[in-house]
């Protein structure tokens, strides 16, 4: 009896798959206990058909949600992470990158590519964010730590400027330039 309600579960596991209703499937295998090996040839079809739809991230989400091989999971999630870095969204795509286990220098190349991008754009709170996230080269903490040091010294945020001098270990000067500000 058990076995034909597992046997009836992985079947309307597998209709809604086919049918793209993967929060449902997913509800079906939690409310049933579904093993993973019972639903293999469901997720692996479901798996092909997003790859060849180009919906990747999709299809990585699947991949690793339902024990589908680590060369399928990676596969989908660097096709992901390229049409993401084609469509520049870098930082993204580093955490999605990171995300997935994907290699360590792609990580780190969407995160250097996402700090110049908001460096270039003068968003420097976030390259800083980034640089830090990421744990980018000290050189690169730095130079973010300089601007917005400037930004905020120029905007009067003087506490700002000094406690982002003191963090980053900026030159004495700099300290000793919003500290004089201040007092």
């Known amino acids: 009896m058990a076995d034909s309600k597992l046997a009836e579960g992985a079947r309307q596991f597998a209709v809604k798959m086919d049918l793209g209703a993967y929060l449902e499937a997913a509800k079906i295998k939690s409310d049933l206990g579904l093993p993973n090996d019972m ?21 990585a ?11 399928l999971r990676l596969e989908a999630a660097q096709r992901s992470f390229n049409r993401k870095i084609d469509n520049e969204f870098y930082r993204v795509a580093a955490e999605y990158a990171k995300e997935y286990g994907l290699p360590e220098n792609m990580v780190r190349e969407a995160a250097i590519q996402a700090f110049n991008k908001s460096t270039s754009f003068g968003l420097i709170k976030n390259a800083a ?48 330039a919003a500290e004089k500000k201040i007092s």
């Open 39 to 59: 639903l293999l040839e469901a997720v692996r079809k479901a798996y092909d058909a997003n790859m060849k739809k180009g919906d990747y991230s999709l299809a």
């Open 129 to 176: 964010e980034i640089a830090e996230e990421f744990d980018l080269p000290q050189e690169m903490k730095r130079q973010a730590a300089m601007k917005s040091y400037e930004q905020h010294m120029q905007a009067g945020l003087y506490h700002m400027a000094l406690k982002i001098a003191q963090k980053y270990k900026l030159p004495e000067e700099m300290v000793q």
């Open 61 to 71: 989400d699947l991949a690793k949600k339902y024990g589908l091989p680590a060369d």
